[in-house]
């Protein structure tokens, strides 16, 4: 018996080595899976990061530049309604002129560039919450749900791109008309005040 107690407990010892062993590799074989899905995503993660920082890039002007450029513009332009064709010089006149249709411009695109820095700011908090579920492991096991997370952010941030590139166009292609006329215009109109 005891020669049979021995057969079994070195079976046994096998055995328990063995499923050890097969344990050991299955949580190997996951773990690097996990390891491999995990830093795929980190660097697909930062494909995003990078879109976002080249957008942010792209805004040459504060947040509220335009908006207030407006609304100061508008102002301008209502006092002028108040002077007399005869104080008008046809340099003062060619000047405000420009100055209307810059005017037109930043009534058009000044909303949408703030709220194009303000989405910007929406996908830098999206991609940060990304970030930190993707470091903290969340997508290791499911690759199709970080894939539709990034397509989607990939998607908003191609689009943004693309808006922003068609606002900053229009407004640089009026910024060094503002800067030329501007000065002159608004002395001008306060004379009227």
Wanted: proline residues 2%; contains cysteine; hydrophobic residues 35%.
């Amino acid at each position: 018996m005891s020669h049979n107690s021995s057969k079994t407990t070195k079976i046994g010892s096998i055995f328990f080595v063995f499923i050890t062993g097969i344990l050991f590799l299955v949580s190997a074989c996951t773990g690097s899976t996990q390891s491999k899905n995990r830093e795929e995503a980190i660097q697909i993660t930062d494909s995003l990061w990078g879109s976002l920082n080249q957008i942010k890039q792209k805004f040459t002007f504060k947040i509220d530049e335009i908006e207030e450029r407006k609304h100061e513009m508008d102002s301008v332009l209502q006092w002028l309604r108040f002077a007399n064709e005869r104080q008008l010089s046809p340099e003062i006149k060619k000047q405000i002129l420009q100055y209307g249709a810059i005017y037109r411009v930043y009534k058009g695109y000044a909303s949408a560039y703030k709220r194009s820095v303000i989405k910007a700011e929406e996908y830098f908090y999206e991609i940060k919450a990304l970030d930190k579920q993707v470091k903290k492991g969340s997508y290791d096991n499911n690759m199709p749900a970080f894939g539709k997370e990034f397509r989607r952010l990939n998607g908003g941030l191609t689009e943004l791109n693309a808006e922003v590139t068609d606002i900053l166009a229009r407004l640089n292609t009026v910024e060094p008309g503002y800067r030329r006329v501007a000065g002159d215009v608004e002395a001008f109109a306060e004379t009227l005040r």
